[in-house]
C-alpha cells in the first residue's frame, strides 16, 4: 500500500469532481428534473460526493453510501455539518455480510466489488494504466435494508463499477426513478438491470452520455429503443448513465 498513491488519487477524485466550473449547475438542472426539495435520495457509490452535494443543493436528504474508508472519511468532512447528507460507510450487494472491495489507489473511481467486471476492464485500452493494487473487506448492505432504515427513495443513483446488477437484485420493489452507470463492452450489465427493474415495475428509460449531465432522448424511451442507442457504436465510445422512470411518475419542474 503507497501513502503517496492514495494522497494522489484523493486529489485527482477531488480536481475532477468538484473543481470543474459549471459541473454543479449541470447536475442540479438534471436532477431538478427527478427530485424536488424534501425528497430522499440514495447515492450508492458516492466517492467525493459530487452528487450529493448537488441532491442536497436541491433540498434533498441524502443518504451517501461509500465503501472505501478515505472517501467515506472525505464524505464525513465535505457533510460534517450538513444536516441533509447522512454518510454510511458500506457497499451496497444483493445480500448483507462483507465482500472484498479491490481498490485502485491511483484511480479510485473504478473501484470495484466485482472481480468479473475488473478482470474484463483490465485487457481494454481505456484501462492500461489501472492497477488494482488492493484489497480490502467491507461491509455490504441491500438496498431493501436501507429503504427499511431510512424510507422509500424518489431516487436513488448507482455508481458502482460492475456491481449495478447486484445492487438492483437487493431491491425487491419499485423505486420511482434511478440511473446506473454503464461502461463500453458491458451491455449485459445494462441488461441484467433493465430486466430486474421490469421485474418490480414499468418503467421507461433515458440515458445520459459522458459527463454530459443532460438527457440524450427527448422523450423517454422502452427497453428496446434504451438498448439500440446504447448500443449504437457512437454512443459505445465512452460510459455513461442509464436513467428510468416508473411509469405514471412527473417530472419535478
Same mark, same amino acid.
Given at each position: ?111 470495484? =466489488? ?28 441491500? =438496498? ?110
Amino acid at each position: 500500500m503507497s501513502r503517496f498513491d492514495r494522497v494522489v488519487g484523493l486529489a485527482r477524485s477531488l480536481a475532477m469532481y468538484h473543481a470543474i466550473p459549471l459541473r454543479q449547475f449541470r447536475l442540479r438542472r438534471l436532477y431538478g428534473q427527478l427530485v424536488g426539495p424534501g425528497d430522499l435520495v440514495f447515492d450508492i457509490g458516492a466517492h467525493a460526493g459530487n452528487r450529493a452535494r448537488a441532491f442536497a443543493s436541491l433540498g434533498c436528504r441524502v443518504v451517501a453510501l461509500e465503501p472505501q474508508p478515505d472517501f467515506a472519511q472525505l464524505l464525513r468532512v465535505l457533510f460534517g455539518r450538513s444536516s441533509r447528507v447522512e454518510v454510511v460507510e458500506a457497499a451496497v450487494g444483493d445480500a448483507p455480510g462483507h465482500a472484498l472491495l479491490s481498490i485502485s489507489e491511483r484511480t479510485p473511481t473504478v473501484t470495484t =466489488l466485482a472481480a468479473a467486471w475488473r478482470d474484463a476492464r483490465a485487457h481494454e485500452p481505456e484501462f492500461a494504466r489501472v492497477r488494482w493494487n488492493r484489497g480490502i473487506e467491507v461491509e455490504t448492505t441491500t =438496498l431493501d435494508l436501507l429503504i427499511a432504515r431510512f424510507g422509500v427513495p424518489a431516487f436513488i443513483k448507482i455508481d458502482v463499477e460492475g456491481s449495478e446488477s447486484a445492487v438492483l437484485a437487493g431491491l425487491t420493489q419499485a423505486a420511482p426513478a434511478l440511473s446506473f452507470e454503464y461502461v463500453p463492452g458491458a451491455l449485459d450489465q445494462v441488461q441484467a438491470c433493465i430486466a430486474r427493474l421490469n421485474a418490480l415495475g414499468t418503467y421507461r428509460f433515458n440515458w445520459s452520455p459522458g459527463e454530459s449531465y443532460r438527457f440524450a432522448a427527448s422523450t423517454w424511451l422502452n427497453e428496446g429503443e434504451l438498448l439500440a442507442n446504447v448500443s449504437a457504436p457512437e454512443v459505445q465510445r465512452r460510459a455513461g448513465d442509464v436513467y428510468a422512470r416508473l411509469v405514471g411518475e412527473t417530472d419535478h419542474q
